[in-house]
């Protein structure tokens, strides 16, 4: 009985979504609009030129608006300009945001640019000044975009690619990376004054992890025109640069939590394993409590269907588990970032974040696959595009596009703010540039020559193994992240020396999207039609 009224409902549900595209091809229809044909202005004001005006009046407003909601609603002190520390933050964002728009359309460059150097000049004018308990606000919403990263890069690790990966993918992903975390902390602690081997490590990591927010685009653009496609060179790349950040962000998190653990030396020894075991248990559990913990999308149908609730409306749900499943998952990852600080363990929290979206994604996956195979008329992942095409949405898809639509409002507090982290008078101290390109440029160098011998023999043409290097060097997101967490922690938990050698490395890692990123962008938009074949 219970399979007849499924399927019946199942069937319900298929007819449904038959008369509502029906409706609106008709409707389509009866408005002299196809699916090749352009969508004809209802008024003079749908121009291109009025409606970019309006979107350009409508940012003007939100942000006068917001800023009157603070300024009526927050003492005259921290509003004021200059010098008010809400005021500073929320100018800052703003500019970042302006800034990183205007590169990209006027240069051609990656956001994450413009904002640092909205960040550097408003630090280095006077015009960013906060104190207080804005200080630990500022902490607190670079730990958010920490989570943000480390739960999208969980989510689109996939088991069964990870399982397939192939001999090449394994070597490009841990070999370079390692190498080039090992060779740039073995140069700092020998170049830089007064740090430690384990310091140099930290600084090695931070550097080592590729950005997907610059190799990523840059590669579906070339995907897009057929370049790298022969041999799957774009998809091994995109694969592995995921890998690579998970490895560096793994041993940065071990590395710190052996830097600001109290104890012998045998308990600091033994600290890194422990952060290890805890991260990875709390990242199991967690992330198999949300694979059914809110329930998925097509329990809540049949649950509703048996009641008669009628008109149930499958966007709604879906959107409903959608909401829940994001909020856990971030608010569990938050946690777990700033919880595991507070507990004295600070490398277990992010490793707990990217396990737990790993294993949650999985487990989402898998039991949407399983849905389908079992219900073949009812798919709760079936979505209409308006021109009669179904597509199908895995369910962990939905909770992505959160996220990512969070990383979209959360670019320019990472970016910018660690471009406040850079104050031209550290510059000036010794040759702080000096030193710092002789790291990033010891380490780069070990890099390329192991990434040549990862992929040496794998079938790849010289040209193809040139560009795979090029395509390796740019630098942004994973050291934007990093790099302040190691600060707020070096204040919070360490020593001078701890806090002058954590400003060093936001230093570095500063220094080091500055050039590599626009680097990387540009060499992989000018040599990839050149270097790699095109497939016809």
Known sequence: MGDRNGAKF???????????????????????VSGGDTVASASCC???????????????????????????NVSPELMALPGGSLASIFVLYVTGTVAGQLITKVGGLPPLLGMMLAGIALQNSGLYNVTGWCFHLVSTMREAALTVILVKGGLELNAGQLRRLSGVVARLTVLPCVAEAVAAGVAAYFILPDFSLVWGLTLGFTLSAVSPAVLVPS???????????????????????????????????????VLFSNGSLTSKIIQGPIDVTIGTMLGLIWGCILIFVPPSPWAMIYNKRENQVQNTNKSEIENSVTAKRSFLLGAGGFLAVTGSQWCGYPGAGPLACIISAFVAGTGWRK?????????????????????GEEIEEDDELAVVQVFEHAWT????????????????????????????????????????????????????????????????????????????????????????????????????????????????????????????????
């Open 367 to 387: 039991r949407s696959a399983e849905h389908k195979r079992n219900n073949p008329v009812i798919s709760t992942d079936e979505i209409d595009r308006g021109d």
């Open 46 to 72: 749908d121009n291109r030129l009025p409606a970019t005006a309006a979107s350009i009046v409508a940012a003007i407003l939100a942000v006068a608006i917001a800023w009157t909601l603070l300024y009526v």
């Open 219 to 257: 590669l579906f653009r070339l995907k897009r025109l057929g370049y790298g496609e022969e041999k799957g060179i774009n998809t091994l790349l995109i694969a592995a640069s995921s890998l690579d950040d998970a490895v560096s962000i793994s041993a940065f998190g071990i590395l710190l939590g």
């Open 409 to 536: 409002c959360l670019q320019p507090v990472l970016f910018a703010f660690i471009g406040t982290d850079l104050k031209f008078e550290l510059l000036k101290r010794g040759d702080m540039i000096f030193l710092g390109l002789i790291v990033l440029a010891f380490g780069l160098v070990i890099r390329l020559m192991v990434t040549t011998c990862a992929v040496v023999g794998s079938g790849f043409s010289r040209k193809e193994i040139l560009f795979i290097n090029i395509a390796w060097l740019p630098k942004a997101t994973v050291q934007a992240a990093l790099a302040p967490v190691a600060l707020d922690i070096a204040r919070n938990l360490g020593t001078a020396a701890d806090i002058e050698c954590a400003t060093r490395l936001v230093t570095i890692a500063v220094i080091s999207i500055l050039l590599t990123a626009p680097v990387g962008a540009f060499g992989i938009q000018l040599f990839g039609p050149r270097l790699l074949p095109r497939t016809r």
């Open 10 to 32: 199942g069937s319900e549900l298929h007819h449904n979504q038959d008369d509502a595209r029906v409706q609106f091809t008709d409707n389509r229809s009866a408005t002299g």
